[in-house]
């Protein structure tokens, strides 16, 4: 016995209500075509996210076990498209169950939804977790589409409640190389993953279970593939958190990555194969983080792969700024370019959700492009919060290069404190375990900027450093380009940003130590600043610029801790490095030498004025001087 909910051959009754009462930007049209409803729109999530087709009714359903819905297919597709079918009681909550659109051929298919499995209650923004659908008095049916930016459509013929649970439908057997079923994985999983941090595990399995069914009953995928899929699937009936995880550890086995996962989805279940039989390994031609890989140290992804799916970016018109900013994807590799103006907000970023547990890693590696040239190096930030919603980062320089690709290496323990809106928290710790985003953020650097990203993967183990390139460049070069670096890295220092000062100095001394042309007594200063020894953040970047001025030929008052003869050590390990002769012999008083006018702001000396306010301060003194003597000028008709 069955009963129709869908209002007959006619469909009557139906209605559209979108996102639009909420402030949001959706839309969505209904048609009714040879006894079918047929809704198309597209969906914003800019506001509300959702659109929905619903219509009133009074029915008892406790006869019956579930929903039975019949639609049509994807023709094709990229993604399984995650639907909802709600039913509202008398309590006015709303109880909803997921069901997925799967790619395919255009085919009927049905879908049962058990009332056992609908999700908590829900009535406009609040939740009942405690409530259960009172399935003698349901008073309204609804379809939803939620959170799925895009255009989306969906032809439905029958929706009916259901005595018994029928046997599932079978999916069809596609066309599918490895290739296509990886690149479905990975797309499934950026939608899924971002229904799951908004709260709707149930859509985000259902996405994930009909992604790994297409690809076990695809043709043309390898074998070992459809057997990680079949354990998946066949990993038995539990709660829909735990079915999740158990699809995306399969699903991130194919793709040759691995996580931390919970417990109760950890072991070797993962490794049988569709008869039931043996163990599967992974696929030799996928090479990411695979744990299979000989000698390869573990390692996570976390930039999406090899689509870089799930990034987004976000400017400071939050913050009333006016930089602009916008990434693209192209072989592997995202870029993310724009014009950063720090009259305002003074950045921009790309962020990706990522639930991750980084705990078994010490850091991050990335690899980008450098600048095939530049005036200076560009400070850039990894960060990385956490459940707590605090950020911590660690910035890295893109240096004065040729162009060629480098990996950085971020430690854990290196990264910053935490940061959240305007406020710090010096005591904070980022919690590994509980990783919700990453980001790249460009900060205080006014003008054009540009990076291409190729991977970000967090690593058991560090990686060898890599050797700057050698480019070409003569003494008056190298000094330009610390005074650039002084210029850019002093701004950041005084705006709070330390670790970003001390990388701009320490890879402007880089490359001048790799360069060809320039004197051996300038490359012993710069081996002496990067040969001191490994102390704070701050001690470096004093050390850096005690460097930098000693080849520029100037004298500061630098901290007690960065004094010594260590800045006479040469490059091969002797003492006696002398100033570059026609260099402007260093003065013993740094408030009357000839400075840059940007420079490390001396917050240690107390007695001195601050060297990157020396020059406005002169500045304001001449002024008033002036304002003086023109009053005395009108006091006496000069």
């Known amino acids: 016995m069955s009963l129709a909910l869908d209002g007959g051959s006619g469909k009557s009754g139906w209605y559209v209500t979108l996102d639009g009462v909420m402030g949001g930007r959706s839309t969505g049209t209904l048609t009714i075509e040879n006894n079918a409803l047929f809704f198309s729109g597209y969906l914003n999530v800019a506001g509300g996210g959702f659109a929905n087709i619903r219509r009133q009714i009074s029915s008892n359903l406790q006869a019956y076990e579930g929903i039975s819905i019949e639609f049509e297919t994807q023709n094709g597709g990229t993604v399984p498209i995650a639907w909802e079918l709600q039913l509202e009681d008398n309590s006015r909550y709303s109880f909803g169950h997921a069901f997925a659109n799967p790619l395919s051929d255009g085919r009927r298919m049905k879908v049962f939804l058990s009332f056992s499995n609908f999700d908590k209650g829900r009535r406009i923004t609040q939740q009942c977790s405690n409530c259960e659908l009172n399935k003698s008095s349901v008073r309204e049916v609804s379809i939803y589409m939620l959170f799925q930016e895009g255009n989306y459509s969906i032809r439905i013929y029958s929706i009916e409640a259901l005595e018994v649970a029928p046997n599932p439908d079978v999916y069809p057997s596609l066309e599918m190389t490895d290739t296509q079923a990886k690149a479905v994985l990975e797309k499934s999983i950026e939608s899924g993953s971002s229904l799951w941090n908004k709260g709707y595990e149930m859509h985000c399995a259902v996405i994930y279970e009909s992604a790994l069914r297409s690809i076990k009953e695809a043709s043309g995928v390898s074998s070992v593939m459809q057997d990680f899929a079949c354990a998946g699937l066949r990993w038995g009936e539990k709660t829909t958190i735990e079915k999740a995880w158990a699809y995306r550890r399969v699903m991130d086995k194919i793709l040759g990555e691995e996580l931390n996962y919970p417990e109760f989805v950890q072991g070797d279940w993962v490794n049988e194969k569709c008869d039931g039989t043996g163990v599967t390994n992974a696929p030799t031609s996928l090479v990411e983080a695979t744990v299979a890989a000989v000698n390869a140290p573990p390692s996570l992804m976390l930039d999406g792969g090899a689509q870089k799916s799930g990034w987004n970016v976000v400017l400071d018109g939050v913050m009333g700024g006016k930089s602009s900013g916008s990434y693209t994807v192209e072989d592997g590799a995202i870029s993310f370019s724009g014009y950063l103006d720090v009259d305002g907000g003074g950045f921009a970023n790309i962020q990706r959700q990522s639930s991750s ?62 940061r959240r809106g305007g406020s710090k928290c010096n005591n904070c710790a980022l919690k590994l375990m509980n990783i919700r985003s990453i980001g790249v953020w460009m900060l205080f650097q006014e003008g054009d900027y540009e990076i291409q990203v190729y991977s970000i993967k967090a690593s058991k183990e560090a990686p060898k450093e890599e050797d700057y390139a050698t ?49 051996n007594v300038i490359k012993d200063f710069a081996c002496a600043g990067l040969n001191w020894s ?84 002169f500045s304001s003194l001449l002024e008033s001087m002036m304002v003086l003597i023109l009053m005395i000028a009108v006091l006496f008709n000069l």
């Open 534 to 617: 490994e102390k704070s953040t701050e001690e470096k970047a004093w050390a850096y610029r005690r460097a930098m001025d000693n080849i520029l030929g100037m004298s500061g008052n630098y901290p007690e801790s960065v004094q010594g003869d260590w800045i006479q050590m040469r490059c091969d390990g002797t003492m006696g490095t002398q100033a570059p002769t026609g260099m402007v012999e260093a003065t013993k008083n740094p408030a009357k030498s000839t400075t840059i006018e940007s420079t490390v702001a001396s917050k240690q000396v107390a007695t001195t004025i601050e060297p990157a306010k020396e020059a406005e301060s």
């Open 471 to 519: 480019l070409e460049m003569n003494d008056e070069k190298a000094k330009e380009l610390l005074k650039n670096s002084i210029e850019s890295g002093a701004s950041l220092w005084n705006k709070g940003y330390e670790m970003h000062c001390a990388v701009i100095y320490e890879s402007a001394l880089k490359s001048v130590k790799s360069s060809n042309g320039i004197s």
């Open 357 to 418: 547990d980084l705990s078994p890693y010490i850091g991050i590696s990335i690899e980008f492009d450098t600048q095939n040239g530049g005036s200076k190096p560009i400070a850039w930030e990894l960060q990385l919060s956490d459940d707590s919603g605090f950020s911590y980062g660690h910035p890295f320089a893109n240096p004065v290069s040729n162009g060629l690709r480098m990996t950085s290496f971020l430690a854990f323990e290196d990264f910053d404190t935490g």
